[in-house]
């Protein structure tokens, strides 16, 4: 039978938004919550962060290119943002094969619900409208512990823990969203 493994390190999150005022209030609720937040302006900086700078030029990707040291388990970015949208940085992190499972959020001022739907077709988690709030950041803790929980050569694990129940409805609704 597989084991479980959580690990105690921090949560860490990159918060991506060109509007200095709000990266500081995401950066400041996802303080709320203890976790670790590095913020960046652009697609192309969080790009950087995640050691695909390249990306345009690479044609797969392994976990060598990334910053080892770097261990991110959310990705939460503005959707309309000069150079790179958000939903195109949604698109590079799915396209690669050692970031596509990091979970990625999409934030916006503008209620679009084409704009919406892509995004979550394309692979986002969660569409929040700004001003984000502090309940919106607790609806994101089901997707940090699953990005921080691993299981060890069975995918499958026995458990009464309700959590890992809540997780199994997690990846339920992701595969029907996905389909």
């Known amino acids: 039978m597989g084991v479980i493994a959580v690990t105690d390190a921090p949560l860490h999150v990159l918060a ?16 709320t919550f203890s976790y670790n ?10 790009l950087e962060f995640l050691g695909l700078q390249d990306v345009e030029k690479l044609q797969s990707f392994s976990p060598e290119q ?21 939903f195109e940085l949604l698109r590079k992190i799915k396209e690669s094969t050692s970031l596509k499972d990091i979970p990625v959020v999409i934030m916006s001022s503008e209620n679009v619900p084409s704009r919406i739907n892509r995004c979550l077709e394309e692979g986002a988690e969660e569409f929040f409208l700004k001003p984000v709030r502090l309940s919106d950041v ?3 803790k089901p997707y940090l512990s699953k ?12 458990s ?6 809540r997780y199994t409805d997690i990846e339920e609704r992701q595969t029907f ?3």
């Open 16 to 31: 991506v938004d060109d509007s200095n005022l709000d990266r500081k209030l995401i950066e400041r609720l996802l303080k």
């Open 37 to 46: 937040v590095t913020a960046v302006d652009s697609g192309t900086k969080a």
């Open 66 to 86: 990334c910053h080892p040291e770097v261990k991110v388990n959310l990705i939460i970015t503005d959707y309309c943002m000069p150079g790179m949208t958000g």
């Open 138 to 140: 607790d609806k994101l």
């Open 147 to 158: 990005n921080k929980r691993k299981t060890t050569n069975e995918e499958d694990c026995v």
């Open 160 to 165: 009464n823990d309700k959590s890992r129940a």
């Open 177 to 179: 969203t996905e389909d």
